[in-house]
């Protein structure tokens, strides 16, 4: 497997968003951030009918298992369920986790969007596997639902609250992403800096070198 | 059971959506068209958030058991599954009736929107077990993606191609509901012409005395 299953070794974690992908496709955006690097993959689309998210996340599921990296679709747990993907990502406005939880086979991965301790907390009793947490900084306009960033407090305190692993998110590049893992994100969560790049696979290389700096011991 | 779970024993179909509501909740119209009679019930709300549809949901099923009067949600299966309703319908946009009828456990049913023959004999082999034929008439305006009045000759036409139960959709009232059955439905699913009534539980009665006019033999 060129990624790992456990949340806890991902080290970038990159949503595909058609919005800000300059005219990519989903699948053209998984493409190219698992070459360059990838650990995981989610496919969000708040607007798709459930028929065109199947019919995307068919084909994701295919790249995604020939690639060996974790696929995770966000709000649809029928997608999910439907194609076989490893998990699904809830925001506040999904499913409640303990729902999914009960639905889904032992050992999917369900991922909590949380934005205070608390819920960070909740979503850990809840049964989730990983936590999003965000937005740390100020995202570029991808989400237009995204509120206040939240700063790298958020992910210092979560850390010191919960097991979990962290997935943070919002406004992350390579700038800032070594400093997200040492406030205690074990991965970072990216659209726009990755879909939107120029060169999407090289994009995905240079993050992910960032956050995996620590763990070389660089 | 007040409700009958063979959709070939259904003869009224409603269809809660709070848009023609006038100002009514589902769980209010769901109530009502119960105590007037009902058949089952279908929970449809195309811009409800995942969280906000489960919630109602709940309601629902929580009604619906206690009257004894199957459940159905459209589009969402995965809410579906949560709450444990008795089946979905699927639109033309949402998943394939064959990945539904894989996900859902034995029993569950599969409802299936179709406008043409093709299509009607196309979900008989995806494995539906009831399809939503229409729009048969005009409706008032409940629907805004519901396309030109097909006629009764639609229901006629699916009724000798197929043997599936037939629910008819569209502009269905007290006025044309025995033709409706006369053409081969077996059941008429309203929307506005219960929802949108003074009396949702006396416009329901008095449809449901219209649909079963021929089995009483009148």
Request: hydrophobic content about 45%.
């Amino acid at each position: 497997m060129a990624g790992e299953r456990s949340p806890a070794l991902w080290r970038l974690y990159v949503i595909t968003d058609e919005r800000p992908g300059r005219g990519r496709s989903h699948l053209q955006i998984a493409e190219a951030a698992i070459r360059g690097g990838a650990d995981v993959v989610q496919l969000r689309d708040k607007t798709a009918s459930g028929r065109r998210l199947y019919d995307i996340a068919v084909q994701m599921r295919r790249l995604t298992r020939d690639a060996g990296v974790p696929f995770v679709v966000n709000d649809r747990l029928d997608v999910a369920l439907a194609v076989d993907a490893d998990g699904v990502h809830l925001g506040r406005e999904d499913l409640p986790a303990s729902v999914a939880r009960r639905i889904l086979a032992p050992g999917k991965i369900v991922g909590v969007s949380v934005e205070t301790v608390e819920e960070a907390v909740m979503a850990e009793k809840d049964g989730a596997d990983y936590l999003g947490a965000g937005p740390v900084f100020e995202a570029r306009g991808s989400k237009a639902d995204a509120g206040e960033p939240l700063g790298l407090d958020l992910i210092a305190r979560i850390r010191r609250n919960c097991r979990l692993p962290i997935v943070a998110i919002g406004g992350i590049n390579t700038e800032n992403a070594r400093l997200v893992r040492e406030a205690g994100a074990d991965a970072a969560a990216v659209i726009s800096a990755v879909a939107w790049a120029d060169d999407v696979a090289q994009a995905a290389r240079l993050l992910k070198r960032e956050l995996t700096a620590a763990d070389r011991g660089l």
